[in-house]
């Protein structure tokens, strides 16, 4: 049976579907959805939204050691919160599979930045996969788990605003049992990275890296579309059904599982296409690579590194590479005589009263991140 789901229930559905029993989270948009979605798993998944990403990262790192198959959620700039933990998690492993879903919110639709968490991923040395829509969503929790599991890393799991919060057709599959016994083993060798285990640690992270480089070669999260040869694109999340849509002649490899690079890949398509069109949203995070393996291609010279990108925002960058004008987006009939509507902390909001009480004096606040900063509007 279908359903029509949003990229975030359909990330909680996978957390049911793949076995996760620990699911925790720090609210932040656009995040939030997916813990929310997933307490109607209660009987089956302990759900808690903790004091912070790093707690809740701690928590579900704690269980996947234990042998647990855990899901921990939040914003993008939440990571920077559980950056620490998530570092040394890399050289841990974990028993259990454990995936850190990160939302990403490129065009700061309600964020501070915009931050790409691809990076994080090579930062920490583990894997990053990124769903394009809400079956993928959901698929992918479940191949995360997998990974997770057969490799003993932890794996990031990617969304953007819109892959978050659309709704697209998803199947649902029995939930998958943890064969594993939980239970924490004390084994300090395994689970304590004190120098003397760190360094044997590290070589591990190496070889896990190196072997993940070949299961994104051959995963089916991957995939190459051949159709006309004269134009290839590299692509990756929502962005392939914009690049589908804007230039449906072209080949297009679609990635998924995008870290550790599938080189082979990249070198396959590239060999096989005359042009090349790395079209990717927010960093350079597979132009620079493509380009460090000796390939030539067009990027972020003709494709906007700012912002969320669109249908409109690509058919731009094409008409603009083919030396086309197109008629500009006429602006809605009645959208200039509607009153602003930005964003204000909610009426029943307990930061309301503390801000009331500081206004009423000529003092500088600060805050991080969060709702927090609205306090700045009267
Ligand atoms: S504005 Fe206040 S009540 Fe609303 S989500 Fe933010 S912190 Fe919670």
Request: proline share 6%; with cysteine.
């Amino acid at each position: 049976m279908s359903h029509l789901l949003s990229g975030n229930q359909a990330i909680a559905r996978g957390a049911y579907e793949a076995g996760v029993t620990v699911a925790t989270g720090y609210p932040g948009t656009p995040s939030t959805e997916i813990l929310e979605n997933t307490v109607q798993y209660k009987s089956d998944i302990y759900c808690e939204w903790s004091p912070n990403e790093k707690v809740a990262f701690e928590v579900a790192a704690a269980a996947s050691c234990a042998g647990a198959r855990t899901l921990v959620t939040m914003k993008h700039v939440g990571l920077n919160v559980a950056a620490d933990p998530l570092m040394t998690l890399s050289y841990l492993g974990v028993e259990g599979g454990m995936v850190i879903v990160v939302a990403d919110d490129p065009g700061m639709h309600s964020s501070q930045n915009e931050q790409d968490t691809r990076n994080y991923a090579r930062f920490a040395k583990i894997p990053v996969l990124e769903p394009a829509d809400s079956q993928e969503a959901l698929d992918f929790v479940k191949l995360g788990i997998e990974l997770s599991e057969q490799f003993k890393t932890p794996v990031i799991l990617r969304t953007t605003t819109r892959v978050s919060h659309s709704r697209s057709i998803v199947k649902f599959s029995q939930r998958q049992t943890n064969p594993r016994t939980i239970g924490l083993e004390k084994n300090p060798a395994r689970f304590v990275p004190v120098p003397l285990w760190a360094r044997e640690m590290r070589k591990t992270v190496e070889k896990r890296l190196h072997d993940l480089q070949a299961a994104a070669v051959q995963s089916k999260a991957n995939r190459i579309e051949w159709r006309d040869k004269s134009l290839g694109i590299i692509t990756h999340s929502v962005v392939y059904h914009y690049v589908r849509e804007v230039w449906p002649e072209a080949s297009v490899l679609k990635l998924g599982f995008a870290y550790p690079y599938p080189d082979e890949l990249f070198k396959q398509f590239a060999a096989g296409v005359k042009d090349l069109l790395i079209v990717e949203e927010l960093d350079d995070f597979l132009e620079e690579h493509i380009k460090a393996l000796g390939i030539a291609c067009k990027g972020h010279d003709v494709i906007p590194n700012i912002g969320e990108l669109s249908i409109t925002t690509l058919e731009a960058c094409r008409a603009k590479m083919e030396g086309r004008t197109i008629a500009p987006i006429p602006e809605p009939k009645y959208a200039k005589d509607l009153p602003a509507r930005p964003p204000v902390l909610c009426p029943g909001c307990p930061h309301r009263g503390i801000f009331y009480a500081l206004g009423k004096h000529d003092v500088i606040v600060t805050g991080d991140i969060g709702c927090y900063s609205l306090g700045t509007f009267k």
